[in-house]
């Protein structure tokens, strides 16, 4: 005999809008609980097909069968069974060509939770396909980069950090000829401090690749830098004799007033290992010099009140003690 939850999942099914309309809405209810979430995982081979089926539908059934989805995507087993039954595949679609839906913002959060697992990364880079391998994140990123601070692909910023977090993920944003990195650095200049601590983070874990691909991500340097450099560059107005050794889109940024643009303490940290993984590597280093890299953290460092950020500091100036006299006695030279 069918329990009384069984049956309400049955209705998610149901030629009626109106059952329909309220069954979803129940079982969204259901999923704000754990006692919920814990009941509807063992029912989630049906839960998740039905609920998944409902996201094409009218906002007043999609929306809240989003929200179940996304609830019930916190539980790694039900998120896993998810990716078996190809939620990630459907949100992503719905996405990509439906933006009219009215649940982007929901659907992306669910993919923010489907990719904190490895397989919900590989899918969605369409790993098993090398003809289309790569074309749900260009297409993403896409979206993301045309978009405005407080729109629904906020979120984004966050999947970028899962994706690369994983080596399969870092490689494919590293491409130079898909120019990935490109786009998303440039929305570091962006207001919103979830885009800005996602992309300081996509940028700290693609630096994991540096021993290898450093060539690639010195092939952006023009954003690379200031993405680095001006949020731990302090608040000073820099003189023209510090400037005078920096690129333009550095020197002008540091030769006037401005206001600490990055209040967020992580995203400091974060920048800052980011300069470190790439400070490691032989051509990194010279690079880092070659736009005045250590006078600009040595400013910052005298502005720097956070213990952990300082430590960050600290960290990229004894590797450049250990390995700077070198670049130092070049550039000195006539």
């Given at each position: 005999?069918?329990?009384?939850?069984?049956?309400?999942l049955n209705?998610?099914t149901s030629?009626?809008?109106?059952?329909?309309r309220?069954a979803?809405n129940i079982?969204?209810d259901?999923t704000g609980?754990?006692?919920?979430?814990?009941?509807?995982?063992?029912?989630?081979?049906?839960?998740?097909?039905?609920?998944?089926?409902?996201?094409?539908?009218?906002?007043?059934?999609?929306?809240?069968?989003?929200?179940?989805l996304?609830?019930?995507?916190?539980?790694r087993?039900?998120?896993?069974?998810?990716?078996?039954?190809?939620?990630?595949?459907?949100?992503?679609?719905?996405?990509?060509y439906?933006?009219?839906?009215?649940?982007t913002?929901l659907?992306?959060?669910?993919?923010?939770?489907l990719t904190?697992?490895?397989?919900?990364?590989?899918s969605?880079?369409?790993s098993?396909?090398?003809?289309?391998?790569?074309l749900?994140?260009m297409k993403?990123v896409?979206?993301?980069?045309?978009?405005?601070s407080?729109?629904?692909?906020?979120?984004?910023?966050s999947?970028?950090?899962n994706v690369?977090r994983?080596?399969?993920?870092?490689?494919?944003?590293?491409?130079?000829?898909?120019?990935?990195?490109?786009?998303?650095?440039r929305?570091?200049?962006?207001?919103?401090?979830?885009?800005?601590?996602?992309?300081?983070?996509t940028?700290?874990?693609?630096c994991?690749e540096?021993?290898?691909?450093?060539?690639?991500?010195?092939?952006v340097s023009?954003?690379?830098?200031?993405?680095l450099l001006?949020?731990v560059?302090?608040?000073?107005?820099?003189?023209e004799?510090?400037?005078s050794?920096?690129p333009p889109?550095?020197?002008?940024?540091?030769s006037?007033?401005r206001?600490?643009?990055?209040?967020d303490?992580?995203i400091?940290?974060?920048?800052?290992d980011?300069i470190?993984l790439?400070?490691?590597q032989?051509?990194?280093?010279r690079?880092?010099?070659?736009?005045?890299?250590?006078?600009?953290?040595?400013?910052?460092?005298?502005d720097e009140?956070?213990?952990q950020?300082m430590e960050?500091?600290e960290r990229?100036?004894?590797?450049l003690i250990?390995?700077?006299?070198?670049e130092?006695?070049?550039?000195?030279?006539?």
């Amino acid at each position: 005999m069918a329990t009384e939850l069984e049956e309400l999942l049955n209705f998610l099914t149901s030629a009626s809008p109106p059952i329909k309309r309220t069954a979803v809405n129940i079982i969204r209810d259901y999923t704000g609980s754990d006692e919920g979430l814990r009941s509807l995982g063992r029912y989630s081979d049906v839960a998740i097909p039905a609920l998944s089926a409902l996201l094409a539908e009218k906002k007043e059934v999609s929306e809240p069968a989003a929200e179940a989805l996304v609830n019930l995507s916190q539980n790694r087993d039900i998120a896993e069974n998810m990716i078996e039954k190809g939620v990630l595949g459907t949100a992503m679609n719905i996405i990509l060509y439906k933006q009219d839906c009215g649940i982007t913002k929901l659907l992306v959060m669910l993919l923010v939770n489907l990719t904190h697992i490895d397989a919900g990364i590989e899918s969605l880079l369409q790993s098993g396909d090398e003809k289309i391998s790569g074309l749900h994140i260009m297409k993403l990123v896409r979206s993301f980069c045309s978009s405005s601070s407080g729109d629904p692909f906020d979120h984004v910023s966050s999947v970028l950090v899962n994706v690369s977090r994983n080596e399969a993920g870092r490689k494919l944003l590293l491409e130079p000829r898909r120019g990935l990195l490109k786009q998303i650095i440039r929305q570091f200049d962006s207001p919103s401090l979830l885009r800005k601590k996602g992309i300081s983070g996509t940028i700290r874990n693609c630096c994991f690749e540096a021993e290898t691909q450093v060539q690639n991500l010195l092939l952006v340097s023009e954003f690379l830098w200031p993405a680095l450099l001006l949020p731990v560059a302090g608040n000073k107005i820099y003189n023209e004799q510090d400037t005078s050794k920096m690129p333009p889109e550095l020197a002008t940024a540091l030769s006037i007033k401005r206001e600490t643009t990055v209040t967020d303490p992580e995203i400091r940290v974060q920048v800052l290992d980011a300069i470190y993984l790439l400070v490691l590597q032989e051509e990194g280093r010279r690079a880092f010099w070659s736009v005045n890299g250590p006078r600009i953290l040595q400013i910052g460092y005298e502005d720097e009140e956070n213990p952990q950020v300082m430590e960050a500091y600290e960290r990229v100036g004894s590797l450049l003690i250990q390995g700077g006299t070198h670049e130092e006695e070049e550039e000195e030279a006539p």
